[in-house]
């Protein structure tokens, strides 16, 4: 008892001392020789800036080499950058070859090269200099990339210059890159994810699969083992040649930036032009991107996926839209905008969209509608336009008639002034707030100089976008309407997908033909 009351004195005390600590009359007391906190500092002269200001240097500067290679960057402000190499190649070049050559390099990249054995050198040497590395494809685009501190930026480009000139893609390699394709396609069987798979499903159909952008992005299981060291080395000598390609950077001083460029890489000679595959490289694809619409619909149970969700069927429609240079790019841009689109539920927080006409009109007017989203793909020949969305198998065929009606309604019906303006404003705000990302600015000025030799400031763009009006919507949207056929595709249990002329119907119909009467009466009480 007695030890327990000293304890409570002592802690009695300390708040005392606490609370005479902050009392009012401590700190109006000035201890000798130190001002007051209650009276005013006495300033003699105002203190001049001290730091240095920095102007960030928005102006994307390109130099050409003699041989062709071009470089690209921007400076920006902070420690970090972001650098790479970009190719003029991917999926949509592998006519009369095997598909999936693309898909072996994406594994293949950042190992063994004349500096480095193996992998993990690559990766001791990177982590010297706090960076990472990664290469990813598109239909259309390789892209070699490495993100760290910009005081190592000689030794990044010189990592770079070693995968992509100097890689030895020795056996063992190659079968590494199989089993690792093999991996990553059982991991798509077992959980497959919704937008990848649909993804290829309408370009395989928009573009019938055996021509361009209708090759797929993924290896197919046919070519599992087919594709041999020999394979990838003819594709490297056909598209990797400086003309097609341009080494980008943000993050770092132009000057120096292509000074360690002409180090690193000129000449421009590849490891591998000894090999027999390279003495005699193919021609390049010049094939242009040939649209023609289509219909799939792959059966699958997908009831034992997603568990805590209702098993789900998916169906998108698309259209041929416009290529990246085309003047109704930007349109194509704000319509995606406009239509906006989601989930059912969206994580992170509310108001992502909420006001755009998937929204309003489809996600928020039918409770058996899980999903509904719009998107452009832009290409430098084509471009194809989709909505998709999710629904419950019994209600597949309600979920493809709603889309194509918003569609139908999105060209007839007028467009308000104050949804323009919004879908034009969250578009905006997208545009810049990526390019606040230093590894977006690079992917940026990479993939635009590849495609149009030159990169506009985001100004331009923004004031492309405060430009567009209703009637550029409607005139890109009736373009897509009446100049090809649209595609159609389902993935899931699709035994109620409607068929493609049902759908053509209700997109295509006459002008002088009001919505309502070719629209099936389920939906005339929403018109």
């Not at 619409?293 to 998108?316: C, F, N, T, V």
């Not at 578009?427 to 495609?451: H, P, W, Y």
């Not at 030799?453 to 897509?480: C, N, S």
Request: charged letters at 20%; glycine letters at 6%.
């Amino acid at each position: 008892m007695l030890s327990l009351v000293r304890r409570l004195s002592r802690c009695v005390s300390t708040r005392s001392v606490r609370r005479n600590y902050f009392c009012s009359s401590s700190i109006s007391a000035a201890e000798p020789g130190k001002p007051s906190l209650r009276d005013p500092f006495p300033l003699t002269a105002v203190p001049q800036q001290t730091g240095k200001s920095f102007i960030e240097d928005k102006e994307t500067r390109i130099t050409t080499l003699a041989n062709g290679l071009r470089i690209a960057s921007q400076d920006r402000f902070g420690a970090q950058c972001a650098i790479g190499v970009i190719l003029d190649a991917g999926p949509r070049y592998e006519v009369d070859r095997y598909s999936g050559i693309s898909h072996y390099l994406e594994k293949l990249a950042f190992h063994s090269s004349d500096q480095f054995k193996d992998r993990n050198d690559v990766q001791n040497a990177m982590e010297q200099c706090s960076a990472v590395f990664d290469c990813q494809i598109s239909r259309d685009f390789i892209i070699y990339a490495v993100s760290g501190l910009s005081t190592h930026m000689d030794r990044m480009v010189s990592v770079l210059s070693e995968t992509v000139l100097r890689p030895r893609i020795t056996e063992d390699e190659v079968q590494m890159a199989d089993r690792s394709v093999r991996f990553e396609m059982q991991a798509l069987q077992r959980a497959p994810p919704v937008e990848p798979i649909m993804n290829e499903l309408l370009h395989s159909a928009a573009y019938r699969g055996d021509n361009t952008l209708g090759l797929p992005r993924y290896c197919p299981e046919q070519n599992f083992g087919q594709i041999t060291r020999d394979h990838i080395i003819s594709f490297i000598a056909t598209y990797y040649k400086p003309e097609r390609m341009v080494v980008a950077g943000a993050g770092v001083p132009h000057d120096a930036f292509v000074t360690a460029v002409q180090k690193a890489f000129v000449p421009f000679e590849h490891s591998l032009r000894q090999e027999s595959a390279a003495q005699n490289p193919m021609e390049p694809d010049a094939s242009v991107a040939q649209y023609m619409g289509g219909y799939i619909k792959i059966h699958r149970d997908l009831s034992q996926y997603h568990a805590p969700m209702p098993e789900l069927a998916h169906a998108a429609i698309g259209f041929e839209s416009c290529a990246h240079g085309d003047p109704h790019f930007v349109p194509a841009c704000v319509l995606q905008s406009l239509l906006g689109g989601g989930g059912s539920f969206s994580a992170g927080g509310p108001g992502k969209g909420m006001y755009s006409r998937l929204y309003l009109n489809v996600l928020n007017r039918y409770h058996w509608v899980h999903s509904a989203q719009a998107e452009n793909f832009s290409y430098a020949d084509s471009g194809l336009f989709s909505i998709r969305g999710s629904a419950e198998p019994e209600n597949l065929d309600q979920l493809v008639f709603r889309l194509a009606a918003e569609m139908r309604h999105t060209l007839e019906a007028p467009i308000r002034e104050d949804e323009l303006a919004r879908a034009k404003a969250q578009l905006k705000s997208m545009l810049l707030g990526n390019l606040e990302t230093c590894a977006v600015v690079f992917e940026d000025i990479a993939r635009q100089v590849l495609s149009s030799g030159h990169r506009p400031q985001p100004e331009y763009w923004v004031e492309k976008i405060d430009k567009v009006t209703a009637d550029d919507l409607k005139d890109f949207i009736h373009r897509m309407f009446y100049r090809s056929p649209a595609t159609v595709v389902g993935f899931g249990r699709v035994d109620g997908l409607p068929e493609h002329k049902e759908v053509l119907q209700i997109l295509g119909g006459s002008q002088d033909i009001p919505l309502s009467q070719r629209l099936p009466g389920m939906f005339k009480q929403f018109i």
